[in-house]
């Protein structure tokens, strides 16, 4: 089970996700694909936790939870 402070900053961190994708949809290169996988490529990721902004950054979602998030190329393996 989270904790309210993890809950809170998985909720901030999708909050400023979803706003990224759509002040920025031109920036944006998401890849879904028949497993239920997504990955966000080359976005902006805040936490919720830090002041710190990490940039260029690849997300991969599974259904609803976070799966990996890596400055290094994702694959679905």
């Known amino acids: 089970m ?28 998401a890849q879904a694909s028949r497993s239920g996988k997504t990955i966000f490529e080359n976005v902006n990721v805040f936490d919720g936790n830090s002041n710190r902004l990490m940039v260029n950054q690849n997300v991969l979602i ?15 393996d």
Request: without cysteine; aromatic residues 10%.
């Open 62 to 76: 599974e259904g609803n939870s976070i799966i990996s998030i890596s400055s290094l190329p994702i694959t679905e």
């Open 2 to 29: 989270l904790k309210i402070s993890q809950k809170l900053a998985l909720y901030n961190f999708l909050l400023l996700l979803v706003i990224e994708i759509f002040l920025f949809p031109t920036d944006l290169n």
